[in-house]
């Protein structure tokens, strides 16, 4: 059998096995096993006696692939990133940025629910895991709305939708693994999330407003704050902006000349200057532990996902689909923008079944040199491109759509990871709850993707500084 067929009927029996519930780790852990064996014994021809030596060599590679490409400098950006913003939860800092958000725009209609999208906006700054910065405000925010009569659906709603915007804002762990994917650089990347995730608060926010007003009694406005109460809720969440300063500092001189360290030091920096926060506001060894074992628990759980995938990524080498994929999508007679949007699309659909990181794992080795071949190739110049911009340049642009359509399947169901976190948190909400209340955030994403895929410059202002 053709090797390409071979990687077909294999991917196609993941796909299967994510389906019927298998976690993603060890679904293509087996898939990819099984095709570097079955790809080897058939350049035996099948032969009876060669089975066992096919079998050696496969697990042999598979084994090897895992430490080789996880033992890298960059991917320790992530427990760093992790560590971060658990370290900022237990030093109060979270609660903090929530009180000045409040003081400051809770006057807005549906005010409350603003705040909340803005203070995890703050958080996914300091931390880069969405599923950390859901968790943190479903204890902090949402007794805050149901308090003043917010819905418990739409409340928890918004701490769902409000904690994909992790995905984005650096530090951002599916940035950093993106990066380590397609083997682009890690700082730009995340200079690159910078203004998109501020763009999709700010969509998140406008769609709050817009319903608070349309809607009687959606969101009733937080009013009776002075201009002093204000200024006062400042010097609290200012550690925050500090942090974010020294991890963006490291990673671009915005005077000038090189960076002052990597990300990797950056992201070590930002972790230490937290914990001594942390120390300073008091917190105690129960909870630095607990900090420790959250960061431990998730980096483990990311991990895991990468070591599995990357046995399925070197099976798909062998089996050249990542070709055949690119040759397949340069041959369609349809505009490459339009092919660029149904790319998108599809992942929209494959996030309804897979979790976000496990889903770029395995899908950018075979849609990354595609895209790329539509552009006019890796390394073709902006004027001799089919999307206006460089090679490189279009590499940061699509991880930041293809990252904006993970945060997309964050919130999706049946799938959601965000939605099942913040249930887990409260006792009083269902999953089901939860996925009614992010349903209008569909609009919102859908809008923020559109703008990004419209307007290029958004993405790719800042980083192009660098």
């Not at 660029?340 to 899908?363: P, Q, S």
């Amino acid at each position: 059998m053709d090797p390409i067929d071979i990687g077909l009927w294999c991917t196609g029996a993941l796909f299967l096995l994510v389906v019927l519930g298998m976690r993603v780790a060890f679904a293509a852990a087996f898939a990819g096993l099984i095709g570097l064996v079955w790809i080897f014994w058939a350049r035996k021809g099948y032969a009876g006696d060669e089975f066992f030596w096919a079998l050696t060599v496969a697990v042999k590679t598979a084994g090897q692939v895992p430490h080789s490409k996880v033992a890298s400098q960059a991917l320790s950006l992530i427990p760093t990133f992790i560590l971060i913003g658990y370290l900022a939860y237990y030093a109060g800092l979270t609660r903090a940025l929530f009180e000045a958000a409040k003081r400051w725009v809770g006057w807005l209609p549906g005010g409350l629910a603003v705040s909340t999208v803005f203070a995890t906006a703050g958080f996914a700054a300091v931390s880069g895991a969405s599923v950390a910065t859901a968790a943190v405000f479903a204890r902090i925010a949402i007794p805050e709305m149901l308090k003043v009569g917010y819905d418990k659906r739409f409340a928890a709603g918004v701490v769902a939708a409000g904690g994909t915007l992790a995905s984005l804002i650096p530090p951002s762990a599916i940035l950093v693994i993106y990066a380590i994917i397609v083997e682009q650089d890690v700082g730009m990347l995340l200079l690159a999330g910078f203004i998109p995730g501020v763009v999709s608060a700010l969509i998140y926010g406008a769609l709050i407003v817009g319903m608070a007003l349309t809607i009687k009694g959606f969101g009733p406005p937080v009013r009776g704050f002075t201009w002093g109460q204000r200024l006062i809720a400042l010097p609290p969440a200012l550690p925050i902006v500090f942090v974010v300063v020294i991890i963006i500092f490291f990673i671009y001189n915005p005077f000038g000349g090189d960076a002052w360290g990597t990300p990797t030091e950056g992201g070590a920096l930002g972790a230490f200057v937290v914990f001594l926060m942390a120390l300073w506001r008091g917190m105690r060894w129960r909870q630095f532990r607990d900090a420790l074992l959250e960061t431990a628990k998730l980096s483990v759980m990311i991990f895991s996902i990468i070591w599995g995938v990357l046995i399925y990524v070197r099976f798909l080498g062998f089996a050249d689909l990542p070709g055949a994929f690119s040759d397949w999508i340069q041959s369609l007679d349809m505009a490459p923008m339009l092919i660029l949007v149904c790319i998108l699309l599809a992942y929209a659909v494959l996030g309804m079944f897979m979790d976000a990181i496990g889903m770029l794992l395995l899908t950018l080795p075979v849609v990354y040199p595609a895209v790329m071949a539509l552009n006019g190739g890796p390394y073709v110049t902006a004027a001799e491109s089919t999307f206006g911009m460089s090679g490189p340049m279009c590499a940061v642009w699509f991880g930041i759509l293809v990252v904006k359509m993970a945060e997309f399947c964050l919130i999706t169901p049946p799938i959601g990871l965000n939605c099942f976190v913040v249930a887990g948190v409260r006792d009083d909400i269902s999953v089901q709850d939860v996925f009614r209340g992010v349903t209008p955030f569909f609009v919102a994403d859908a809008i923020t993707i559109a703008t990004l895929v419209a307007v290029p410059g958004i993405v790719l202002w800042l980083p192009s500084q660098m």
